[in-house]
C-alpha cells in the first residue's frame, strides 16, 4: 500500500493541494475544494464523515456509479498483465473495447479511434471532417459545450468561451431550440423544430455551403442546458447536412453511454451521425478514455491515405480494460433501462411535483438520468434566477441553494440559473428520492430567495 501518512485529515490533503494543484476553471486563490476521502456507488464522503448523493456523476461521468467491483477488478487484472504498450500494436483488450463501442453506436460507425477525453476526441472528429471535406470551417451550437483546447473551445458556444476566444476559429454559431425562452417566438415544440431548422438552413446559406465542414451538436445538449431536442430536429439537422454536403458530428461525451436512458441519446430519434465522439461514461471515467466511432464516409477517406494525427496514449489497456468491463456490466445488469425507468417513472413526475410546489422552478426538463432545474425570479416573466453568464455577488443566490443541498447531503449541479440532476445510471430508486427529499427543503430556501 501507498503510504501518505502525512495526509490523513481533510485540513491536511486540502492545504496540499492548495501548495501545488492548479484547479481548471477557478481563480486559484478564489477556491477551497472539498476533501474526498473515499466513494462507493452513488455516494462520496469526506474526511469529517459527511457523505454526499452524488447527484453529479462527478462531472457527469461516473454512470455506473463509484468503485463498481467489476470495473476495479477488471483495471486491476489489466495493470497486472500489460500497464501500458504504444498505440501502433495490437492489443486484445483495445480491439475488445473498439468492438464493444462499434456495437452500441448508432448507424455505420465501425471504427474507433481513441483518445484520452472528450475534447481531444472532439479535435480529431472536426479535423477529420475538415479533411475529408476540403472545408475550412465548423457550425456549432450557442447553447454548447464542446471542450476548452484552443481548437474546440471556440465549438463551445457557452460563456466559458469568452475567455480564450481569438476570434479568429472558423467556428459558426446556431441557436438550437429552446421553447421556455424560444429564440424564434415560437409557441409550441413543433413551432420551435420548424423555425430552429430555418434559422439553420438559413445560417448555412449565408456562411456559404461550400465553406463549412462540419456541423457538431450534442443530441441532447448537456452543460449548457439539459435541452431535449423536439421530435424531428436531429433528423432535420441530418438531412440539411446532406443536402450540402457537411459532415455531421454527435457530441455524446455526456449523453452517451446510458446517461439519457438510451446506450446513445441520438438512438432515441434514430438518427445516425457520420462521426460520434464520446468519453465520460465509456468506462465511467476510472481511467481516462474517449474517442472517435468512424463511419464508411470518413473512414473511407483515411483507408488508403494517412491520418494525420495521433496520441502517445491513444487506447491506453487500463481504459480499455475499464471500458469492457463497464459496458459489459452496464449490459448484465440493466443499466440503460435502469436510467430510461428512473427518468420516465420516478425522476420526472417527482421533479414535476416538486416545480408546481416551488414558485422558484421555471422550468423542468430532462430525461433517463439527466435533468435540470431552471430556476427563476418570477414565472410570470421567466426572469432567471441570475442573470445570464453571472459570477461573484450576481451568481450568489445559486450558491445558496446548491450549498443547502450539500449541507444537507446531497451534491448537484449548479450551472447558471440551473441545477443539473444527473446521478449514476443505476441509481436505486431509495437514492432517488433521499435526493429528492433534499432537494425539496434546498427549493424552499430558493423560493426565500425571489
Ligand atoms: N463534449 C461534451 C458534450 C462535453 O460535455 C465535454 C465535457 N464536459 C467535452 C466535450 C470535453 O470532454 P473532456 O473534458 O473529457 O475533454
Same mark, same amino acid.
Given at each position: 500500500?501507498?503510504?501518505?501518512?502525512?495526509?490523513?485529515?481533510?485540513?491536511?490533503?486540502?492545504?496540499? +493541494?492548495?501548495?501545488?494543484? =492548479?484547479?481548471?476553471?477557478?481563480?486559484? +486563490?478564489?477556491?477551497?475544494?472539498?476533501?474526498?476521502?473515499?466513494?462507493?456507488? @452513488?455516494?462520496?464522503?469526506?474526511?469529517?464523515?459527511?457523505?454526499?448523493? +452524488?447527484?453529479?456523476?462527478?462531472?457527469?461521468?461516473?454512470?455506473?456509479?463509484?468503485?463498481?467491483?467489476?470495473?476495479?477488478? %477488471?483495471?486491476? !487484472?489489466?495493470?497486472?498483465? *500489460?500497464?501500458?504498450?504504444?498505440?501502433?500494436?495490437?492489443?486484445?483488450?483495445?480491439?475488445?473495447?473498439?468492438?464493444?463501442?462499434?456495437?452500441?453506436?448508432?448507424?455505420?460507425?465501425?471504427?474507433?479511434?481513441?483518445?484520452?477525453?472528450?475534447?481531444?476526441?472532439?479535435?480529431?472528429?472536426?479535423?477529420?471532417?475538415?479533411?475529408?471535406?476540403?472545408? $475550412?470551417?465548423?457550425?456549432?451550437?450557442?447553447?454548447?459545450?464542446?471542450?476548452?483546447?484552443?481548437?474546440?473551445?471556440?465549438?463551445?458556444?457557452?460563456?466559458?468561451?469568452?475567455?480564450?476566444?481569438?476570434?479568429?476559429?472558423?467556428?459558426?454559431?446556431?441557436?438550437? $431550440?429552446?421553447?421556455?425562452?424560444?429564440?424564434?417566438?415560437?409557441?409550441?415544440?413543433?413551432?420551435?423544430?420548424?423555425?430552429?431548422?430555418?434559422?439553420?438552413?438559413?445560417?448555412?446559406?449565408?456562411?456559404?455551403?461550400?465553406? *463549412?465542414?462540419?456541423?457538431?451538436?450534442?443530441?441532447?445538449?448537456?452543460?449548457?442546458?439539459?435541452? &431535449? $431536442?423536439?421530435?424531428?430536429?436531429?433528423?432535420?439537422?441530418?438531412?440539411?447536412?446532406?443536402?450540402? /454536403?457537411? &459532415?455531421?458530428? =454527435?457530441?455524446?461525451?455526456?449523453?452517451?453511454?446510458?446517461?439519457?436512458?438510451?446506450?446513445?441519446?441520438?438512438?432515441?430519434?434514430?438518427? %445516425?451521425?457520420?462521426?460520434?465522439?464520446?468519453?465520460?461514461?465509456?468506462?465511467?471515467?476510472?481511467?481516462?478514455? /474517449?474517442?472517435?466511432?468512424?463511419?464508411?464516409?470518413?473512414?473511407?477517406?483515411?483507408? !488508403?491515405?494517412?491520418?494525420?494525427?495521433?496520441?502517445?496514449? @491513444?487506447?491506453?489497456?487500463?481504459?480499455? %480494460?475499464?471500458? &469492457?468491463?463497464?459496458?459489459?456490466?452496464?449490459?448484465?445488469?440493466?443499466?440503460? !433501462?435502469?436510467?430510461?425507468?428512473?427518468?420516465? #417513472?420516478?425522476?420526472?413526475?417527482?421533479? %414535476?411535483?416538486?416545480?408546481?410546489?416551488?414558485?422558484?422552478?421555471?422550468?423542468?426538463?430532462?430525461?433517463?438520468?439527466?435533468?435540470?432545474?431552471?430556476?427563476?425570479? #418570477?414565472?410570470?416573466?421567466?426572469?432567471?434566477?441570475?442573470?445570464?453568464?453571472?459570477?461573484?455577488?450576481?451568481?450568489? $443566490?445559486?450558491?445558496?441553494?446548491?450549498?443547502?443541498?450539500? @449541507?444537507?447531503?446531497?451534491?448537484?449541479?449548479?450551472?447558471?440559473?440551473?441545477?443539473?440532476?444527473?446521478?449514476?445510471?443505476?441509481?436505486? #430508486?431509495?437514492? &432517488?428520492?433521499?435526493?429528492?427529499?433534499?432537494? #425539496?427543503?434546498?427549493?424552499?430556501?430558493? +423560493?426565500?430567495?425571489?
Amino acid at each position: 500500500m501507498m503510504s501518505l501518512a502525512h495526509l490523513t485529515t481533510g485540513a491536511e490533503v486540502r492545504a496540499a +493541494d492548495r501548495a501545488h494543484v =492548479f484547479h481548471s476553471w477557478s481563480a486559484q +486563490d478564489a477556491i477551497s475544494p472539498l476533501p474526498v476521502a473515499g466513494a462507493e456507488g @452513488s455516494y462520496f464522503w469526506d474526511y469529517d464523515g459527511q457523505r454526499y448523493l +452524488d447527484f453529479s456523476s462527478q462531472l457527469v461521468f461516473t454512470n455506473i456509479g463509484h468503485q463498481h467491483p467489476r470495473v476495479v477488478a %477488471a483495471v486491476q !487484472e489489466q495493470a497486472g498483465r *500489460l500497464c501500458t504498450i504504444a498505440p501502433s500494436f495490437a492489443v486484445d483488450v483495445r480491439a475488445e473495447a473498439a468492438r464493444l463501442i462499434a456495437a452500441r453506436t448508432p448507424g455505420d460507425l465501425d471504427k474507433i479511434f481513441f483518445t484520452n477525453g472528450g475534447t481531444e476526441a472532439v479535435e480529431h472528429a472536426v479535423r477529420m471532417a475538415k479533411i475529408a471535406t476540403g472545408r $475550412p470551417k465548423v457550425l456549432a451550437g450557442y447553447r454548447s459545450y464542446h471542450g476548452a483546447t484552443s481548437g474546440s473551445i471556440h465549438l463551445t458556444g457557452e460563456p466559458r468561451r469568452w475567455g480564450a476566444d481569438t476570434g479568429m476559429s472558423g467556428a459558426v454559431h446556431f441557436f438550437a $431550440p429552446y421553447l421556455y425562452r424560444s429564440p424564434f417566438h415560437a409557441v409550441d415544440e413543433a413551432q420551435e423544430c420548424e423555425r430552429a431548422l430555418a434559422h439553420l438552413a438559413e445560417v448555412i446559406a449565408y456562411e456559404g455551403p461550400g465553406t *463549412l465542414a462540419a456541423l457538431i451538436i450534442e443530441p441532447v445538449i448537456g452543460s449548457a442546458g439539459v435541452h &431535449v $431536442p423536439p421530435d424531428g430536429y436531429l433528423a432535420g439537422v441530418r438531412e440539411l447536412c446532406d443536402r450540402h /454536403g457537411i &459532415v455531421l458530428i =454527435f457530441d455524446e461525451v455526456m449523453v452517451g453511454f446510458g446517461r439519457t436512458g438510451a446506450w446513445f441519446a441520438s438512438d432515441h430519434w434514430g438518427v %445516425a451521425p457520420d462521426l460520434l465522439t464520446f468519453a465520460k461514461g465509456v468506462n465511467s471515467g476510472y481511467v481516462p478514455l /474517449g474517442g472517435v466511432a468512424i463511419g464508411e464516409r470518413i473512414g473511407s477517406v483515411f483507408a !488508403e491515405r494517412p491520418y494525420p494525427g495521433g496520441l502517445t496514449y @491513444s487506447g491506453h489497456p487500463l481504459a480499455c %480494460a475499464a471500458a &469492457v468491463a463497464t459496458m459489459s456490466a452496464m449490459a448484465d445488469e440493466g443499466v440503460v !433501462e435502469n436510467a430510461a425507468r428512473v427518468g420516465a #417513472d420516478v425522476l420526472g413526475p417527482e421533479l %414535476a411535483a416538486l416545480a408546481e410546489r416551488h414558485p422558484v422552478v421555471g422550468e423542468v426538463r430532462g430525461m433517463g438520468a439527466f435533468w435540470a432545474l431552471e430556476l427563476v425570479r #418570477d414565472r410570470e416573466t421567466r426572469e432567471p434566477l441570475v442573470p445570464y453568464a453571472a459570477a461573484g455577488a450576481a451568481a450568489a $443566490p445559486m450558491g445558496k441553494i446548491a450549498a443547502a443541498c450539500t @449541507s444537507r447531503g446531497l451534491w448537484p449541479i449548479a450551472a447558471g440559473n440551473r441545477l443539473h440532476l444527473a446521478p449514476p445510471c443505476n441509481v436505486a #430508486d431509495a437514492e &432517488v428520492k433521499e435526493g429528492l427529499a433534499v432537494l #425539496d427543503e434546498a427549493l424552499s430556501v430558493g +423560493d426565500g430567495l425571489i
